[in-house]
């Protein structure tokens, strides 16, 4: 699948890559097995968390300002492009990670999802 064509529907059918989706609040809606096999929670732990779980402490103001912003304009400067970023998984292991995230309006709502692809040290 290309960058251009992932959509939504796209990330619910990924099965190698970790992938999270989130609602217009920044609830966790979805998770598939290899993001639970990269963080450590369950698809049950998740689900209705919000989605800072895995984003570092240092990160989060930033995260709620960003995720504000887009969610009140719709304006999106983060969105299809990968970006470099760190994560934190169920241990509070923070790691570095490949995200690719996209939004599209599902029933008058953003809902955004995200693959997450661990970086490995070499290539950073």
């Known amino acids: 699948m290309s960058k251009?064509?992932?959509?939504?529907?796209s990330l619910?059918?990924?099965?190698d890559t970790p992938v999270v989706l989130i609602d217009?609040?920044?609830?966790?809606?979805?998770?598939?097995?290899?993001f639970e096999a990269l963080f450590g929670w369950s698809s049950e732990e998740m689900i209705g968390e919000i989605i800072t779980m895995i984003i570092p402490q240092g990160m989060r103001d930033a995260h709620h300002l960003g995720?504000?912003?887009?969610?009140?304009t719709g304006e999106?400067?983060?969105m299809n492009q990968t970006l470099?970023?760190?994560?934190?998984?169920?241990?509070?292991?923070q790691f570095d990670a490949e995200h690719y995230i996209v939004a599209?309006?599902?029933?008058?709502?953003w809902q955004i999802g995200a693959t997450i692809r661990p970086?490995?040290?070499?290539?950073?």
């Open 12 to 15: 619910k059918r990924e099965k």
């Open 24 to 34: 217009h609040k920044g609830f966790v809606i979805y998770v598939n097995r290899a």
């Open 84 to 93: 470099k970023l760190a994560a934190v998984n169920r241990a509070g292991e």
């Open 67 to 72: 995720f504000s912003r887009f969610v009140t």
């Open 4 to 9: 251009c064509e992932v959509t939504i529907e």
């Open 104 to 109: 599209e309006k599902v029933d008058g709502h």
């Open 76 to 78: 999106a400067r983060i």
């Open 119 to 124: 970086l490995s040290k070499d290539s950073e």
